[in-house]
């Protein structure tokens, strides 16, 4: 009898032991997968040191070397997605932003150079409307919304880089900057403009071409040059 309590015991102590283990291989697993799930691509700064306004921006730049097998854009569709004349554009069904607005903004602090916290940024090129990276940006800025995250990475874990690429927009350059709380462009534009990280973006003469989609109060603005 007493050797029947025994093993008993021993037992009911291994299926606890069991237990315990299984958990925490569980907890490691899902922590592996946070892991692998951060884009290796992002180079941008933290936001909690680089924002002024309750984290509600975030910049990320990066460029692309490589050789990858994706499609590329072909040059002519190119140049009829970008434009140098933004009065005549209109926005992509969905999209909030007011283009000429944004552009007119954008251009004039980029053609004039700018001086924030202390840094002087000096004039740079204009940079033209591209209806792809409009396109990108407006999609990430609707995920944003209707998924309830503030992210440079979409809710299914595409990093910024990886979107523009799946949109077929062959890069050399690209960057994005993202915000959220500003009822206008000029309200937005400011904001970006007096954080280092986007201020560095938005003058960043690598760029020629942007999109910013608006989708209610979430901006995203990608940047980009072509291959």
């Known amino acids: 009898m ?3 309590w025994l093993w008993y015991l021993i037992l009911l102590v291994g299926i606890g032991l069991y237990s315990c283990e299984s958990d925490e291989i569980i ?3 899902e922590g ?3 892991v ?3 884009p290796q691509d992002e180079i941008g700064e933290d936001n909690s040191n680089d924002d002024t306004s309750n984290d509600e921006n975030a910049d990320e730049e990066t460029t692309d070397e490589e050789t990858t097998d994706e499609e590329t854009t072909d040059e002519e569709t190119t140049d009829e997605e ?3 004349d933004s009065n005549d554009l209109k926005p992509i069904k969905g999209n909030g932003v007011d283009i000429q607005e944004i552009m007119r903004l954008i251009n004039d602090a980029r053609t004039k150079g700018v001086t924030r916290n202390g840094t002087y940024y000096p004039p740079v090129g204009k940079v033209t409307w591209n209806k792809t990276l409009e396109t990108v940006a407006l999609q990430h800025s609707k995920d944003m919304v209707d998924n309830d995250f503030f992210s440079h990475t979409s ?3 595409t990093s910024m880089a990886q979107r ?7 890069y050399r ?3 994005e900057n993202v915000a959220y709380g500003f009822p206008t462009e000029k309200a937005v534009v400011e904001a970006w403009l007096d954080s280092p990280g986007h201020c560095r973006n938005i003058m960043n003469k690598n760029y020629t071409e942007m999109g910013v989609g608006r989708y209610e109060d979430h901006w995203t603005q990608d940047f980009g040059t072509h291959k």
């Open 2 to 4: 007493n050797r029947s």
């Open 27 to 29: 907890e490691l697993e």
């Open 32 to 34: 592996q997968e946070v």
């Open 36 to 38: 692998q799930d951060k």
């Open 82 to 84: 970008s434009t140098d």
């Open 155 to 157: 809710s299914d874990g």
């Open 164 to 170: 523009v690429k799946d949109a077929n927009y062959d």
């Open 173 to 175: 350059y690209v960057g």
